[in-house]
């Protein structure tokens, strides 16, 4: 019976071919041609998705090439005829930059710098200031104080035979800002402070400052719980403002109490600022420490940009008294050359051409070389500073060469990365039996003591480029 009811079962599902007899061959061949309509069908669309999926990943990964090309040249983004002919990376470098400057080494990619360990003490409470530390070159050091000019600057007009001059590690009196005129010219040349802050300022025997002019930053408190209760008994936390920057803080939340505090920062508010370029008025506290504190043994400055994570005597018993030094400051993350840090602040637009040119010129006829990491005979391991950390003793040489920078910076430009090494070098060639013990510490080091953000803005240059 099962051989009959298979064979009735196939009959009736035959097809039947132009003879009239039952073709079975023919009925496949039909089954055959609809599953390659099948087939073909699902393949076309299963190639269609492959392609739509391949074009989406090079729209992609072109809009990051393109996003990653403007974060390489950010002063670019000001410019929106340059910023919509942002097509290639080579396209960039070579045909979009009209000044034709060469890239510095390391500039072509981003890279992360993370911090390293610093072994600082357990507690401030068994650290003892050491007797013999500022057992450094004494001499006695005198600021000009008036000058007799129609037109007085905060720098006072120095001459370039008393620039020369007080390069000498010797007793002598050498500008150093705070200059005002004299005999019936009692214009003020800026930086005016109130009694009652002036008064606070001169008892201060360490001091821990920073600035904010223009509403450029955000307020950043030191960090409350890394402070060691001495720390805040006898370190004086002051943070310079203007009178904008006053009421935008108050804005934000930041309203001093009646002594002026807000957390830790004790705000001094900076009336009548010397110079229009707020980077260049910003030199002022960071330079000029001994004079705004004149009782002060200590200083750290720190850029408005960080907060301070670590106890201040900490970071004096690590960078100072440990070593030995009476100033400390970074090296650069990524550039240690004068050449290369001048072609990156023409390259970002950070100053005026013409003047960086004019400056570098006068640095290389004076005597300034290119850094040589190969030489075991180098002064120092970097030419270039991240100088938005300065550990200081003021002494007598830590004074003069804050003095002699700050005048580099008044005289030429306000980046002063571009004057470091130079006002270094020179004053080491002038006083061979009187250096300035310097220790120029790791970039990893200062990350590990501080907490970098980002500014609030990005001010534009204080005059177009060349």
């Known amino acids: 019976m099962l051989p009959e009811r298979r064979s009735t079962v196939v009959s009736s599902s035959s097809y039947l071919n132009p003879s009239g007899h039952n073709d079975n061959s023919f009925l496949l061949l039909r089954r055959g041609k609809k599953f390659g309509r099948i087939v073909k069908l699902k393949l076309s669309h299963f190639f269609l998705f492959f392609v739509s999926l391949f074009f989406f990943s090079c729209m992609f990964s072109g809009h990051k090439l393109l996003f990653h090309g403007s974060e390489l040249l950010p002063h670019f983004e000001q410019n929106p005829y340059m910023k919509s002919h942002m097509l290639v990376s080579s396209e960039i470098d070579i045909g979009s930059n009209k000044s034709n400057i060469e890239r510095p080494p390391g500039s072509k990619k981003r890279t992360k710098h993370l911090p390293c360990e610093v072994p600082l003490a357990e507690s401030v409470d068994r650290i003892l200031d050491p007797q013999d530390y500022l057992n450094f070159t004494r001499f006695s050091l005198g600021f000009v104080e008036t ?43 800026g930086f005016d402070l ?29 960090a409350t719980k890394k402070i060691s209760e001495f720390s805040k008994r006898n370190v004086c936390f002051v943070m310079f403002v203007d009178e904008q920057t006053l009421s935008k803080l108050a804005s934000e939340g930041h309203v001093p109490d009646k002594q002026g505090f807000v957390g830790l920062w004790k705000t ?35 850029d408005s940009k960080m907060r301070l994570t670590t106890d201040p005597i900490l970071i004096i018993d690590f960078f100072l008294w440990r070593t030995k030094s009476e100033f400390a400051i970074s090296n650069h993350y990524d550039r240690h050359c004068v050449w290369d840090e001048v072609l990156q602040n023409k390259r970002l637009n950070k100053y005026n051409h013409s003047a960086i040119d004019e400056q570098f010129m006068f640095y290389r006829s004076d005597g300034l070389k290119k850094f040589d990491p190969s030489d075991p005979n180098s002064p120092l391991p970097s030419y270039v500073p991240e100088g938005s950390f300065i550990v200081r003793a003021h002494t007598p ?18 980046r002063d990365q571009l004057s470091f090494a130079y006002t270094y070098l020179k004053l080491q060639r002038l006083n061979p039996d009187r250096p300035l013990r310097l220790n120029m510490f790791k970039d990893c080091e200062r990350r590990a003591l501080t907490k970098l953000f980002h500014h609030r803005v990005d001010s534009s240059p204080p005059s177009p480029p060349a």
Not at 153 to 166: A, I, M, N, Y
Not at 397 to 414: A, Q, Y
Request: net charge positive; proline share 4%.
């Open 147 to 189: 000058e007799t000019y129609d037109k007085p600057r905060f720098g006072g007009h120095q001459t370039l035979k008393e620039r020369e001059r007080s390069y000498s590690a010797i007793n002598q009196t050498i500008h150093c800002g705070f200059v005002k005129g004299a005999n019936g010219f009692h214009q003020g040349t």
């Open 194 to 222: 109130s009694e009652m802050d002036r008064a606070y300022m001169k008892n201060c025997v360490v001091s821990v400052s920073s600035c904010i002019f223009g509403s450029s930053d955000f307020l950043r408190r030191p």
């Open 268 to 302: 001094v508010v900076v009336s009548n600022l010397p110079y229009t370029d707020m980077r260049k008025t910003g030199k002022v506290p960071k330079f000029l420490s001994h004079r705004l504190f004149p009782s002060s043994r200590y200083s750290i400055w720190l």
């Open 397 to 414: 040489m830590s004074n003069l060469f804050t003095c002699l920078w700050f005048n580099e910076v008044d005289r030429f430009t306000s």
